[in-house]
């Protein structure tokens, strides 16, 4: 199976902070990187696929980029709405893993 | 508007069974693979099952498989999750998702249909196993 590391596994930041989350696949997979945003209670949302395209509807502050085994999920300018869970996860073969998830704070 | 409602949940003992269900509705059921995740509290997203359009493929976690069963009934545009011989580390609030990629014509594998992600998902159903 392939494993997925997501780092770090928290961290807190200000609001307009630029903030940069990595995912790391044991293997390579290609561009098949999916990134999810999960806030309490709540069902998580696909923010980006296959890397870096944005899914619709997303604010364009997010960006993915990375492929093979490093990947990277940004958010360019911290907004209070973005405080939350981000997880990783791999499509490009089965099983689908996740990554352990960062958690996005205040500071 | 695409809407995934899951119910079936509730407490069990261990060894007991289960089946949950995903209502689906706002889009042609038939054409896309359908997904089961699980979060058990406080803790991670854990990819569970996939079922391709057809239910011809079927997936599972090692963490379940031999236990669960995942099916899809496309007249009723639902999907289920049969779980037997239920353990205390299945206790989690259970996702459905679809898949944002047809699983149709070409696209048959699940890496062609997975490229996409899952981008609509339901609000989850909570089981707990506990005697």
């Known amino acids: 199976d392939i494993q997925m590391t997501q780092s770090p596994s928290s961290l807190s930041a200000f609001v307009g902070d630029r903030v940069t989350i990595t995912c790391r696949a044991s293997?390579?997979?290609?561009?098949?990187l999916n990134w999810y945003q999960q806030k309490p209670g709540k069902a998580p949302k696909l923010l980006i696929y296959g890397a870096s395209s944005l899914q619709s509807g997303v604010p364009s502050r997010f960006s993915g980029s990375g492929s093979g085994t490093e990947f990277t999920l940004t958010i360019s300018s911290l907004q209070s709405e973005d405080f939350a869970t981000y997880y990783c996860q791999q499509t490009y073969i089965m099983p689908r893993t996740f990554g352990g998830g960062t958690k996005v704070g205040i500071k | 508007e695409v809407q995934l409602v899951e119910s079936g949940g509730r407490l069990v003992q261990p060894g007991g069974s289960l089946r949950l269900s995903c209502a689906t509705s706002?889009?042609?059921?038939?054409?896309?693979?359908m997904n089961w995740v699980r979060q058990a509290p406080g803790k991670g997203l854990e990819w569970v099952s996939t079922i391709s359009s057809s239910g011809g493929s079927t997936y599972y976690a090692d963490s379940v498989k031999g236990r669960f069963t995942i099916s899809r009934d496309t007249s009723r545009s639902t999907l289920y999750l049969q779980m037997d011989s239920l353990r205390g580390d299945d206790t989690a609030r259970y996702f459905c998702?679809?898949?944002?990629?047809?699983?149709?014509?070409?696209?048959?594998?699940?890496?062609?249909?997975?490229?996409?992600?899952?981008?609509?998902w339901g609000q989850g159903t909570l089981v707990t196993v506990s005697s």
């Open positions: 293997q390579s997979i290609t561009t098949f």
């Open positions: 706002g889009f042609t059921f038939s054409h896309y693979a």
């Open positions: 998702a679809k898949d944002a990629v047809p699983n149709v014509g070409f696209c048959v594998s699940p890496t062609c249909y997975g490229k996409g992600g899952s981008d609509s």
